[in-house]
C-alpha cells in the first residue's frame, strides 16, 4: 500500500516544474569561492558548508544551525593566499572532519585541524609548498594502510603527486610523483576513484594546454600502495578545453564511469567504462554546447535509481540538472534550477536539511554567494524503506540481522573512532562475535546510495 502510493506521488510529482525550490543563501560574503565542499564540521549530524575564496584569500565554514538548512554567520578558518580549493576529511584519524586547502597564488597545500570536532581549527599545517596554480585537492587511502592519503594537481609545475599519511596522524611525506604532464598541457582537475575494479585508488585528470594539447587521462594504481602507471589516454580533445570531471555509475553496471563538462562543442558528456576495468568508449553527450559548463555532479535527484548530472555554467548564469531516463546513461533535455546565479562557478550536492534527499549548493562569484536549492521530488519508495529499518538483537552477542524492505546494497561497521571494522555486500547479517563490548556505528546503504546509520550496542 504504501509503495503504491509513493509511486503514485512520483509519477505525479515529476510532471510538475517544482523540481527544487527558490534560491536560499548561505552568505554573501565571499570574494570569488572556486570551491565549495560539504561535510559535517561540528559533529551535530547535520551538513554543513565549506569554501575557499581567491579574491579575499578566506577558507570558511558555515553552520547549519538547525539541521534544515538555515546557516550561520561565516567563520573564518584562516587566510591563504588564493585559497582556491578545499576538501574535508578525517585526516588524524579522531573522527571529526579536518580542513584540507590548496592554493592558486601561495603555491601551499595546507590542513587544519578540527581540534574538538566542533569547528575549532589550529593553524595550517603544511603538507607543500610548491604547488601553484591548484584547483582540486583530494583526499583517499592511497597505499592501502587505511589512514587518508593527499593527491593534488599543479598547474604551474604540470604535475599531479600524491603525499603520503605516515603516521595516519596527518603528518605527511614528500611528493610522490603519480603523473608528469608535458609542459603544454596542465592538470586542471583531478578525481580519485577505482577505476579498474581492483580495490585501491586510481586518479582521473583533465589536462589543459597550449596548441589545442586537451587530454583526458587516467593513471592506474598499480599495487594498491601509490605506484602508479604511465597515463593512460581517453580523449584527446584538441581544441575542446575540459572544465571539470568526475567519476559515477552512468549506467548502473556497478562499474565506475567518467563524466566531464567541456567549455567547446559538448557542454557535459560521459564515457562509459566498457568492461569495469577501465577500458572507455567513445563520449557520449548529456548536455548540449548552449553554454559553457564550469562545474558540474552527478545524483539521484528525481529518486528513481539512477544517477542524474548537474551542471554549473558561468556564461549565462544558469544551473541545470539533466535526467537519466533509462538508467542506462540516456539523458533528457535541461531543465532549468534557476537562470539568475550571477557567473555560476562551483557546484556540489548535499543533504542539507535532513530529509533524505540530496540538494544542490553553488558559488556564484559575480555576485560573491554561495546559495542552496531544496529538492522538492518525494523520497523513492527505497528510500522511504531504509528509513523503516531494524536491526536485532540489541544489545547484540554474535550475529546482527537487518531487517529492511529495501534492497541492500551494502553494510558497514565503524568504531566510534571512525575506523572500518567491516563491509559486507548485499547481506542482511553482520558477525560481531569476534569484537569486544562497546559501542559500533552500522552503516547500511540501499541501491540508491542512501545511507542510514544506527548506533549498535555489542556484549
Known sequence: MYKTL??????????????????????????????????????????????ASVGDDKVAWYENTDGTGTFGAQNVIATEDGASAIYAADLDSDGDKDVLVGS???????????????????????????????????????????DLDIVTASGNNSQIVWHENTDGLGTFGPKKIIGSVISTANPIRIAVADIDGDTDSDVVAIL???????????????????????????????????????????????????VVSFSLDVAVGWFENTDGSGNFGALQEIAAPSSSSRSLAAADFDGDGDLDAITASNSDNELAWYENEDGMGSFGTKQLITTTHNTSFNVTISDLNNDGRQDVIASSIGDGKITWYENLFPLSVDEYDLENISVSPVPVKDILKIECRCTIKSIQLFNMLGDLLKYEMQQDA??????????????????????????????
Do not use: P
Not at 104 to 126: C, H, I, K, P, T
Not at 431 to 444: C, E, F, N, R
Open 104 to 146: 592558486r597564488d601561495s603555491g601551499r597545500v595546507v590542513w587544519y585541524e578540527n581540534l574538538d570536532g566542533m569547528g575549532d581549527f589550529s593553524a595550517a599545517q603544511v603538507i607543500a609548498t610548491d604547488v601553484l596554480a591548484t584547483y582540486t585537492v583530494k583526499a583517499s587511502d592511497i597505499d592501502g594502510d587505511t
Open 430 to 459: 553482520i558477525d560481531m562475535s569476534y569484537l569486544s563490548q562497546g559501542i559500533y556505528l552500522l552503516k547500511v546503504t540501499g541501491k540508491n546510495d542512501v545511507s542510514v546509520i544506527k548506533k549498535i550496542m555489542k556484549h
Open 6 to 51: 509513493f509511486l503514485l506521488l512520483l509519477l505525479n510529482y515529476t510532471c510538475s516544474y517544482a523540481q527544487f525550490g527558490t534560491e536560499q543563501i548561505i552568505t554573501t560574503n565571499v570574494n570569488t569561492a572556486f570551491s565549495i565542499f560539504s561535510a559535517d564540521i561540528d559533529g551535530d549530524g547535520d551538513k554543513d558548508v565549506l569554501s
Open 208 to 258: 589543459n594546454g597550449l596548441n589545442e594539447n586537451n587530454q583526458l587521462v587516467w593513471y592506474k594504481n598499480l599495487d594498491g600502495q601509490g605506484n602508479f602507471d604511465s597515463a593512460e589516454t581517453i580523449l584527446v580533445s584538441g581544441g575542446r578545453a575540459s572544465q571539470d570531471v568526475i567519476v559515477a555509475d552512468i549506467n548502473g553496471n556497478n562499474d565506475l564511469d567518467i
